[in-house]
Nanobody
Framework: QVQLAESGGGLVQAGGSLRLSCAASGRTLSPYAVVGWLRQAPGKEREFVAAIRWSGDSVSYANSVKGRFTISRDNAKNTVYLQMNSLKPEDTAVYYC????????????WGQGTQVTVSS
């Protein structure tokens, strides 16, 4: 089992920044595991935001956040970060951290989520 705990959400004005953290505990992640950030806005489906391979050699982003968000990881702390800059009101959502432990294209473990609200 892998437990995930997100933190760092909050209320910010448009153009501002936030850094989300996802701390993993429990089972050790393999180098090919993928940790992703996904978000869900009210009345909308959950959508992909960014992902990183635990080895750190591969990252991917949704087009809507490219150039504004940066995903990174600190293996020593078992933590993945999502640095969000130039935030827009449309970034408002609950952000979830998730793990695809075998890189099979489906997430096996999920955190509880953290709310990000961007005011205009």
């Amino acid at each position: 089992q892998v437990q995930l705990a997100e933190s760092g959400g909050g209320l910010v004005q448009a153009g501002g920044s936030l850094r989300l953290s996802c701390a993993a505990s429990g089972r050790t992640l393999s180098p090919y595991a993928v940790v992703g950030w996904l978000r869900q806005a009210p009345g909308k489906e959950r959508e992909f935001v960014a992902a990183i391979r635990w080895s750190g050699d591969s990252v991917s982003y949704a087009n809507s956040v490219k150039g504004r968000f940066t995903i990174s990881r600190d293996n020593a702390k078992n933590t993945v970060y999502l640095q969000m800059n130039s935030l827009k009101p449309e970034d408002t959502a609950v952000y979830y951290c998730a793990v695809d432990r075998n890189n099979w294209g489906r997430y096996d473990y999920w955190g509880q989520g953290t709310q990000v609200t961007v005011s205009s």
